[in-house]
Each structure stands twice: as C-alpha cells, then as structure tokens.
C-alpha cells in the first residue's frame, strides 16, 4: 500500500511498480495524493510506505529523505531563445509566472531569492503541483519553477528547462 506526492506519482513511481510487477505478482495498492493526505494515511496504518515532499513535519513516522533536487524554470519551446542556458532571478520579471502556491517552500525560497522584485513577478497562476506548473506552461501561460522529474517528462517536445542562478531546492 502505496501513498505518492504527484510529483514522483505521476511518473517514477508507475515505472518503479512496473518494474516491482515484472518481477513479483504481488497487487500493488497505489495512490496519487497531497503529502499531507499520504502522511495522514501512513500515520494512521492505512497506507504502508508514503512519499511526501520535504515541507511536511512528521511525527511517529521513520522517515528518510527520497530525493533532492534543483528546480528547474521552464518554457514554452522558443519562448525564450536557444542561446540562454541560464537565467537570472531578474529574467524572470519578463514573463507571466506560473507559480506555486503561496506557502509552497520552493516559492518561498525563490522569493527570498529575488527580494524586494518577487513583488513584481506577473503572477498568471498558482497551483499546489509542479506537474500543474508544466502543464500550464506547456499550454503558453508562461514561465515557472518546477521539479526536474516532472520536467523531464515534457522535454524536450512540449518544454525547455534552464538553470536558474539561485539554487531553488525541491
């Protein structure tokens, strides 16, 4: 009994219990779910083994860190143009932002980042999930930060993924 953040329930755990079934035929019980909702679960005895994003406190619960990771900003293909590899915190003001949700770490990481100009950021959109933040800008919203696993996902089709100058951390 599995209980996943989307951002690894989305696509690395449906290969890992793909490859979990190749192997064993064991049903596999698996949810795609808030961290919250997969900790809650795991913490009662409903779910056995749970991934969550770094933000949520547990407590009563062994824990160990899965996976850290540098965000990623993402485009739209030819958006923003070949030749840049990386961009600033400031580059980021020349486009509408596809944003995570206000009290998101990584969003608040950011804005530490850009100071006084997170102020100025063109704010098209705010979601909980960095699959959502992709797929909006897979559709031309603009601009945003998100996990590198989900980004993968969508490159190099329907993304392009640059470095940004400050380490944002998932």
Known sequence: RLAVHPAYGNFLAPMAIARFRQKFDVPVFFEVCS????????HSGEIDFGIIANEIETKDCEQYNFCSARGLIVSPPGLIGGHVKELTTSDL???????????????????AHMGAAAKQLDIAV????????????????????????????????????????????F
């Open 93 to 111: 003001l020349k486009y509408p932002f596809v944003a995570m949700n206000a009290e998101d770490h990584t969003r608040l990481e950011l804005e």
């Open 126 to 169: 705010q979601t909980p999930y960095a699959l959502t933040v992709c797929e909006l800008v897979a559709q031309g919203v603009g601009v945003g930060l998100a996990h590198p696993i989900v980004a993968s996902s969508y490159l190099p089709d329907k993304l392009e993924a640059r470095l940004l100058d400050k380490e944002v951390g």
């Open 35 to 42: 961290s919250a909702s997969a900790y809650q679960r795991v």
